[in-house]
T-cell receptor, first 112, second 115 residues
Framework: AQRVTQPEKLLSVFKGAPVELKCNYS??????LFWYVQYSRQRLQLLLR?????SIKGFTADLNKGETSFHLKKPFAQEEDSAMYYC?????WGGGYNKLIFGAGTRLAVHP | KAGVTQTPRYLIKTRGQQVTLSCSPI?????VSWYQQTPGQGLQFLFE???????NKGNFPGRFSGRQFSNSRSEMNVSTLELGDSALYLC??????????????FGQGTRLTVV
């Protein structure tokens, strides 16, 4: 079964502390994974994708196929990082098409 | 260019009624997906349309349906509303439906409250 699990509903840290948002996936094929972010009163938007191996706003995420994980990390959290973060998996099904499957989300709260 | 537009933004309906939500994708985008967002469940996939054809459907009852028009605008309909249908309904558009290959752009959603 195709599934994305984000075990933490809420992650609360102080400004300047390291952040790790956990994401585990279940997928038999070759996964494509993403992190989407939703700031307060804004629409959901793409933060980063594993295939790009990029760092956006100081965030990075490494795909670990052995542990089926794609954790999102930032060494020093900022207050403006407070938002809802969703891990997503692009999964294929018959016909060659694919769809995005999202985890339940983790709310990151960064306190001053 | 204009983003994904969803109308209406807010809706209050009574149990048993039906509702139609609309989504206008980014110009040139041919694929539209719908999601139900709730605090406990996150984003649950409803269905996806590409060039007026439904390509995939999530695990929702038949009360949830949708369609796509030739201009790629999409509507979703929920009949016989239940209290549990209260949620934020999000629409996402993609250039060619290769979710993951191309970025998905989301609308601001329609907040549906069933009373």
């Amino acid at each position: 079964a195709q599934r994305v699990t984000q075990p933490e509903k809420l992650l609360s840290v102080f400004k300047g502390a390291p952040v790790e948002l956990k994401c585990n996936y279940s997928y038999s094929g070759s996964p494509e994974l993403f992190w989407y972010v939703q700031y307060s009163r804004q629409r959901l938007q793409l933060l980063l994708r594993h295939i790009s191996r990029e760092s956006i706003k100081g965030f990075t995420a490494d795909l670990n196929k052995g542990e089926t994980s794609f954790h999102l990390k930032k060494p020093f959290a900022q207050e403006e990082d407070s938002a809802m973060y969703y891990c997503a998996l692009s999964a294929s099904w018959g016909g060659g098409y694919n769809k995005l499957i999202f985890g339940a989300g983790t709310r990151l709260a960064v306190h001053p | 260019k204009a983003g994904v537009t969803q109308t209406p933004r807010y809706l209050i309906k009574t149990r048993g009624q039906q509702v139609t939500l609309s989504c206008s994708p980014i110009s040139g985008h041919r694929s539209v997906s719908w999601y139900q967002q709730t605090p406990g469940q996150g984003l649950q996939f409803l269905f996806e349309y590409f060039s007026e054809t439904q390509r995939n459907k999530g695990n929702f009852p038949g009360r949830f349906s949708g369609r796509q028009f030739s201009n790629s605008r999409s509507e979703m309909n929920v009949s016989t509303l239940e209290l549990g249908d209260s949620a934020l309904y999000l629409c996402a558009s993609s250039l060619d439906g290769r979710w993951g290959k191309t970025e998905a752009f989301f609308g601001q959603g329609t907040r549906l409250t069933v009373v």
